[in-house]
């Protein structure tokens, strides 16, 4: 059979595999892709940062995906120069 007519349990859509139970190994997974330069996890490891309040890394995380070519990540650090969030506020990016 098709593996979409097989699909039983939600698996990643990167990595093929199943999805982990854990947020620990969700973070490892995540890493791994943010080290191989996987703009997708650059942007949401930027999201992690901006939740915890690290405006300054998750700036970093976004420009580092932006440059990657994700259009997501341009609109999340024009959302921080307009709030003045880890950049200074520049109303006219």
Aim: charged share 45%; net charge neutral.
């Amino acid at each position: 059979k098709r593996e979409f007519e097989e699909r039983r349990e939600p698996k990643c859509p990167f990595c093929r595999k199943l999805i982990p139970d854990t947020d620990e190994e969700c973070d490892k997974r995540r890493m791994k892709r943010v080290e191989a330069n996987d703009p997708v996890a650059l942007r949401r490891e930027g999201v992690v940062q901006l939740n915890k309040g690290d405006y300054s890394s998750a700036f970093e995380y976004y420009t580092k995906a932006a440059q990657l070519g994700d259009v997501d990540s341009h609109n999340r650090l024009a959302s921080l120069y307009d709030l003045g969030k880890g950049v200074e506020k520049d109303e006219g990016k």
